[in-house]
């Protein structure tokens, strides 16, 4: 390769102006000044103004007051009227929603604009640099302050109360749950027992006139009750005589019937409304003459071992 270079270099020349030449330009000649102005544009160009809505919408739909327009020529003049009708009133809501559009975002522009000169006013205030502004703060500074805003005396007043407030209300819902149980057991206490003539009355009630309130634990015990929840099998641990002559087969499901008759008749009684009387309750509860009765009621119905070994587990099941 050859070391020699073709061709001729040009004179170099200074593509920069000389600062010293510069100086001795008139006004309005040279460099502009802090501004950078493109090709093909002017250094103050003149402000441009954009058409309101109004003034689009009067451009863009004139008003129709011609013959034509008043009579249309076919359905299908008509059709394409109607059209364009709809299409200007798209035309005009959509420059009115465009219009809002631009108000909002114009006014949360300012409000930005507004907070952020705050900001930098407050830093101003607080002789904070720009370069602090703009960076994040170092861990000396930050151990330095505060890591907790102090509460103002009016912000400590106002949590106080609020918690004086709360207090007082705890302590108002607990008064009145209170006074709300004190009232119904007032009037729940209409019904009870404190004295020996309530006591007498409501056994006469319960046992002898009946009860009004149904069938209860005191006054349901009659000769009927008696068969349908001990004998039929509702009892807690009874086996019932329903399964036991499922068990004993036809024959004896008439002699299992007449026993739980019988022990019915002989536990309750016999009173004028089919309940038992107080001296048969008090006999029962005392436990005189039950074991009699029921040896008695054993050798008048039965004759041998085995009814009385179905007596005894009959009777073991009830239990």
């Known amino acids: 390769m050859s070391s020699k270079v073709s061709g001729v270099l040009p004179k170099p020349r200074s593509i920069i102006m000389p600062y010293a030449s510069r100086r001795g330009h008139p006004t309005g000649q040279g460099y502009a000044d802090e501004r950078m102005v493109p090709r ?16 689009l ?14 009579s249309p020529r076919s359905e299908v003049h008509k059709w394409h009227l109607k059209m364009a009708d709809l299409r200007k009133q798209y035309l005009a809501d959509a420059l009115v929603s465009a219009d809002r559009a631009d108000k909002a975002k114009d006014q949360y522009h300012r409000r ?60 108002l819902k607990h008064e009145e749950e209170r006074a709300r149980v004190t009232v119904q057991l007032i009037d729940q206490a209409d019904d009870f027992i404190v004295t ?28 009927t009750s008696f068969k349908e929840d001990s004998i039929m099998g509702v009892g807690r ?53 039950v074991l009699e009765r029921a040896e008695k009621m054993r050798a008048k119905k039965m004759e041998n071992v085995e009814d009385l070994a179905e007596i005894r587990q009959a009777l073991k099941d009830m239990e």
Not at 60 to 70: D, F, I, L, V
Not at 249 to 256: F, N, Q, T
Not at 267 to 276: Q, Y
Request: with cysteine; aromatic share 4%; hydrophobic share 30%.
């Open 57 to 70: 919408m009067a451009s863009r739909n004139p008003p129709r007051t011609s013959a034509k327009h008043a």
């Open 112 to 171: 930005y604009m507004a907070a952020a000169e705050k900001v930098k006013e407050a830093a101003r205030g607080a002789g904070l640099t720009e370069a602090e502004m703009l960076t994040l703060p170092t861990i000396s500074s930050l151990l330095s302050k505060s890591q907790l805003k102090k509460q103002t005396d009016d912000e400590y007043e106002q949590k106080r109360l609020e918690r004086q407030y709360n207090d007082q209300l705890q302590q």
């Open 40 to 55: 093909g544009s002017h250094r103050w160009p003149k402000k441009k103004t954009a058409p309101s809505e109004q003034e």
């Open 237 to 289: 641990n009874s086996c019932g005589v329903e399964e036991l002559v499922s068990k004993a087969g036809v024959e004896g499901e008439a002699k299992l019937t007449e026993i739980g008759d019988a022990i019915a008749l002989e536990l309750a009684g016999i009173t004028n409304n089919g309940k038992p009387g107080l001296n048969r309750i008090a006999e029962i509860l005392r436990g005189d003459q």
């Open 196 to 223: 020996e003539e309530q006591l007498v009355a409501g056994v006469e009630k319960a046992f002898v006139n009946g009860s009004s309130s149904g069938r209860n634990p005191v006054g349901g015990w009659s000769v």
